[in-house]
């Protein structure tokens, strides 16, 4: 069994920043992602990260203001929010998984086994 648990999120201005952090205890776990889901709409990818391919992709809607990392060796990783804006406000969900992750799928709900609760992210002047 894997659980997942997230931090980091609270009220920030726009423009500010934020990070988030997700650790997922467990083993063979091939990779984690963010999504989010904002009042009102399907829950949407944000990034990924594979442990084998190393590339962490973002959604167009945060790509250049949202990075993703993974700490060195561990089943843990940020979130790293620049450039907030109000329609970033959401639940942020962290999610891993433990199949093979592949390139085309990774922001499909489907490639991952396990979801943390999720944490709010409001961004309001």
């Known amino acids: 069994q894997v659980e997942v648990v997230e931090s980091g999120g609270g009220l920030v201005q726009p423009g500010h920043s934020l990070r988030l952090s997700c650790g997922a205890s467990g083993r063979g776990i091939t990779g984690m992602a963010w999504f989010r889901e904002a009042p009102g709409k399907e829950r949407e990818f944000v990034a990924a990260?594979?442990?084998?391919?190393?590339?962490?992709p973002v959604a167009n809607t945060v790509k250049g203001r949202f990075a993703m990392s993974r700490v060195s060796g561990e089943n843990a990783v940020y979130l790293r929010m620049d450039s907030l804006r109000l329609e970033d406000t959401a639940i942020y969900y962290c999610a891993a998984s433990t199949r093979s992750m592949i390139l085309s799928a990774l922001s499909d709900l489907r490639t991952y086994d396990y979801w943390g609760r999720g944490t709010q992210v409001t961004v309001s002047s």
């Open positions: 990260i594979r442990w084998r391919g190393g590339n962490a």
